[in-house]
């Protein structure tokens, strides 16, 4: 498999803040990574699509303004929360693609805004 | 889109019985098949998978089948630990678009 690391692992910022989160891929050059969203007991829901060189593409209903991913390098992606808000309080997991199929997480970022 | 659905919710079962989890999805264009472990406040961890041109794979304790044609997949866990109490997730994909069931909640008593 690959190794994914996500920094940090745990940030509570106050409402009104930025927050920025970035998942690095520490044994593989990635294209492309994933970024989802979990809530508490619930499932993980595809966010966006991170391109390298390009703009990430968003899911329906996904705030691009809000929700800004930078894809700088083949091993890292950032997700920038903005003017963060306590409904924005969740799990973001990371993900990487080797080859056509498989995808590994990062360990995740647990985000509290107060 | 795709939709991945998952049964059951929760899943208790006694040390050593199997645990089946099924999943259906609806999109025929799918054609990778993950499962992911994920234990409380971890990453979910690929425990198996299969692919469009494979009907069945068995990994040791674990195996999933795959009914193209019902586009419906299930995991199969025999001889089931208490360490294999955790949240699994079925996943269907069309290249890298990848999206989740709703997770079973497994729990293995003693």
């Known amino acids: 498999g690959a190794v994914v690391s996500q920094h940090p692992s745990r940030v509570i910022c106050k409402s009104g803040t930025s927050v920025k989160i970035e998942c690095r891929s520490l044994d593989f050059q990635a294209t492309t990574m994933f970024w989802y969203r979990q809530f508490p007991k619930k499932s993980l829901m595809l966010m966006a699509t991170?391109?390298?060189?390009?703009?990430?593409?968003?899911e329906q209903g996904v705030e691009k303004d809000k929700f800004l991913i930078n894809h700088a390098s083949l091993t890292l992606s950032t997700l920038t929360v903005t003017s963060a808000h306590p409904e924005d309080s969740s799990f973001y997991i990371c993900?990487?693609?080797?080859?056509?199929?498989?995808?590994?997480f990062g360990p995740g970022t647990r985000l509290t805004v107060t | 889109g795709e939709n991945v659905e998952q049964h059951p919710s929760t899943l208790s079962v006694q040390e050593g019985d199997s645990a089946v989890i099924k999943c259906t999805y609806s999109?025929?264009?799918?054609?990778?098949f993950p499962w992911y472990k994920q234990e409380l406040g971890k990453r979910p961890q690929l425990i198996i998978d299969i692919r469009s041109n494979v009907g069945e794979k068995k990994d040791q304790r674990i195996a999933v089948t795959l009914n193209k044609t019902a586009k419906h997949f299930s995991l199969h866990i025999t001889e089931t630990q208490p360490e294999d109490s955790a949240v699994y997730f079925c996943?269907?994909?069309?290249?890298?678009?990848?999206?989740f069931g709703a997770g079973t909640r497994l729990t293995v008593k003693p």
């Open positions: 996943a269907a994909s069309i290249g890298g678009d990848m999206r």
């Open positions: 999109d025929s264009a799918s054609n990778y």
């Open positions: 993900s990487i693609q080797l080859g056509p199929y498989e995808q590994y």
């Open positions: 991170s391109n390298e060189g390009s703009k990430a593409t968003y």
